[in-house]
């Protein structure tokens, strides 16, 4: 039978199996109301029974003419109702004033008999019940619903245990999601047009096989999906899944991993068992380096529950059973630190690697996240996708909803281009603190920190274009100078290392021309440009130590590492640290030497800041445009400027208080 009439008619068999349940439900539900009040009704009549006279005080009350009615059951008792009873008419003898045992050698009816004749303008009423007239069923229906109600308490009972042994038995069930029909297609993905053309092909595999048997070609075995985080992995295979139109099972592989021996082992082969009755069809396994890890990297060997998840997956991709139906598509962002068995051809054939999209890709990008809002028409798609270098989709969809946030915040029904600008600095270093309090040492030293970047980002031949400048706090920054490049550049040539190494460390050497000290500022800068510089040395062979590579693996794993040694000796650290320090010295040196040539346009610049706290790309070139007709020397040519001069509106001390 085709899976997808399987599907159908296990659905519709759990439908009915669902209603039959919720019927079942309130049948018991009200038996089991229906018996309590009859087991109270009985009780009522059976323990409530009240006002008992003895057989005298009957006789006295009949002598005294204070009885109405008298009825007389099959059980030798006799139910009065008296001249002043408060008992409504017609509830008798179901309802009475009280109540006589009689002996059956008295006759009670010829003692009625008696005080009618003797007084016939008051006679007694007398009844009689048949003795036989629902006397089985008063005696058996009480013992029948209790029998019911113990029956009914068994079966639940038993229920409840057959559910906890059903919980216990399933613990090693698989917990896979099963996805009949993704509404995620491939028109919404973009930016990635490449990694959308090995997937086509591996639906045009499931929805058109003989295409490709015909001519010897198998359906690949597995698929990895490879890249950093938020670059649209996992909704690649929702729009494989919507697709193919098969059958997609969706786990990820922490779900596998148990604290219990066997459990992912035995969650796998009911995985694939469930797939094997689905053929075609699509097995994802999203972060899958949860659990295919290299194995023996442990310092407890190789017999842990991890491990045999893995060893169960391995047999269940490519074992002695065949599985030809069944395509495993997983994604991870460490594809580095996979087992080398789970990476072979024959477990997963094809490794696809979704990159951080180019400026062309987070234009499309841009577009599809956008297609929900309403933007202005001063919208430019191509400059925002220049602004974003380095953005995911991830990134660029949360960037477009935070405009949406501010224009909402606004009270505004169409989403402005400031806005997005907002929302892009917003994704990369949080929101501003205008409320902030600031004091006027710390302002001027911010924006003469920002500045010296500013100036150096400028002058420097590699390093990009200036984007803006701000002594607005936002995030854990005091402020900040953003650059953006012109096009997105694979690779980074020495020079352009260098100059980003100097403007990095252009904030430092401004503080140090005009506040004659250092402060905590530029922590972040040194440590950024020292890991550059770093790489620079032990990984690109940028340095006087040559061409060889003396960097470390990124993962370490204790029990592989164990016991090994370095292979750097201690000489070579000595002078790898020496190299490191000589590219930074050189850096800093010439940023002092850059900004000293420029105090008028850094002093200039920082006026701006105190009055505007954010200047643009425009302003910069204009101030200096400004300095170049000054000076009527090229721009960044160096020359000698006056030290001591401050911009209008900053302070003129030079002294940093102790808490800075």
């Known amino acids: 039978m085709p899976c997808r009439l399987q599907k159908d008619f296990f659905s519709e068999k759990a439908e009915v199996t669902l209603k039959k349940n919720t019927i079942v439900r309130i ?81 009670v009816p010829e003692l009625v008999a008696t005080y009618n004749g003797a007084h016939p303008d008051a006679t007694i009423d007398l009844r009689f019940d048949n003795p036989s007239s629902g006397s089985i069923w008063s005696s058996i229906l009480p013992m029948l619903l209790i029998v019911a109600l113990s029956g009914v308490f068994l079966v639940i009972l038993m229920r409840q245990s057959t559910n906890a042994n059903n919980k216990a038995m399933n613990f ?13 297609r491939f028109t919404d993905v973009a930016g990635a047009e490449e990694e959308k053309e090995e997937l086509k092909e591996i639906v045009e595999f499931l929805s058109n096989p003989a295409k490709f048997t015909k001519v010897g070609a198998r359906i690949p075995k597995g698929v990895l999906l490879v890249g950093p985080p938020g670059t649209g992995k996992t909704l690649f295979a929702k729009a494989v899944a919507g697709e193919a139109g098969v059958p997609f099972f969706s786990i990820t592989g922490s779900d596998f991993v148990e604290m219990f021996v066997g459990v992912g082992a035995s969650r796998v ?65 460490r594809a580095d630190i996979l087992d080398p068995a789970l990476m072979r051809p024959g477990r997963f054939d094809r490794q696809i690697y979704v990159n951080v999209p180019d400026v062309k890709g987070r234009e499309e990008i841009c577009r599809v996240h956008a297609r929900n809002k309403p933007l202005s028409g001063d919208i430019d798609f191509h400059t925002i996708a220049r602004l974003t270098v380095g953005f995911t989709g991830a990134d660029i969809e949360n960037m477009l909803n935070e405009a949406a946030i501010l224009a909402a915040r606004h009270n505004r029904t169409t989403i402005l281009m400031e806005d997005i600008l907002e929302g892009i600095n917003k994704a990369m270093m949080g929101p501003q603190k205008k409320s902030r309090i600031v004091t006027e040492v710390d302002k001027r030293i911010t924006a003469y920190h920002e500045s010296g970047h500013a100036i150096l980002a400028r002058v420097l031949e590699n ?184 911009p209008d509106g900053a302070p003129a001390t030079d002294e940093v208080p102790d808490e800075q």
């Not at 062979?541 to 164990?562: A, H, I, P, R, T």
Request: glycine share 8%; aromatic share 6%; charged share 25%.
């Open 463 to 646: 390093c990009d274009d200036v984007q803006e400048v701000s002594i607005i706090p936002r995030g854990a920054a005091a402020g900040y100078t953003l650059t953006r490049p012109e096009a997105d550049d694979m690779h980074m040539s020495k020079g352009k290392l260098l100059d980003m190494i100097c403007m990095m460390l252009g904030g430092r050497a401004a503080e140090e021309i005009v506040i004659k000290d250092v402060t905590t500022g530029a922590s972040n800068d040194i440590q950024r440009a020292s890991a550059l510089a770093r790489s620079m040395v032990t990984e690109w062979g940028m340095s006087d130590l040559g061409c060889v590579y003396l960097g470390g693996d990124q993962e370490v794993f204790v029990g592989k590492s164990w016991g090994t040694h370095s292979d750097i000796s201690d000489d070579m650290s000595s002078k790898i640290d020496a190299e490191i320090k000589k590219i930074m010295d050189n850096a800093y040196q010439r940023a002092l030497s850059e900004l000293r040539a420029h105090r008028s346009v850094m002093d200039a610049m920082v006026g701006e800041l105190f009055e505007r706290e954010t200047i643009y790309k425009a302003d910069v070139d204009r101030l200096f445009g400004d300095f170049a007709k000054a000076q009527e020397v090229p721009v960044g040519e160096v020359q000698d400027a006056p030290v001591d001069e401050l």
């Open 269 to 333: 082969r009911d995985l694939f068992l469930q797939a094997k009755k689905c053929m075609p069809c699509i097995v994802f396994i999203d972060e899958i380096d949860a659990v295919g890890r290299q194995r023996g990297a442990g310092l407890g060997g190789g017999n842990d529950e991890r491990e045999q998840t893995l060893n169960q997956l391995l047999v269940e991709m490519d074992g002695f059973d065949a599985n030809d139906g069944i395509v495993i598509m997983a994604a991870t962002n």
């Open 172 to 184: 090693g069930n698989n917990r896979a999601v099963m996805v009949r029909s993704s509404k995620v």
């Open 27 to 107: 049948v018991i539900i009200v038996l089991v109301i229906a018996a309590i009040v009859l087991l109270a009704m009985y009780a009522a009549n059976v323990f409530g029974a009240k006002n008992e006279i003895t057989y005298g005080q009957f006789l006295e009350k009949l002598d005294a003419g204070e009885i109405s009615s008298v009825a007389i059951d099959g059980n030798y008792t006799a139910y009065l109702l008296y001249k002043n009873s408060k008992i409504k008419a017609g509830r008798f003898p179901d309802q009475y004033d009280a109540f006589v045992y009689v002996d059956h050698r008295t006759s």
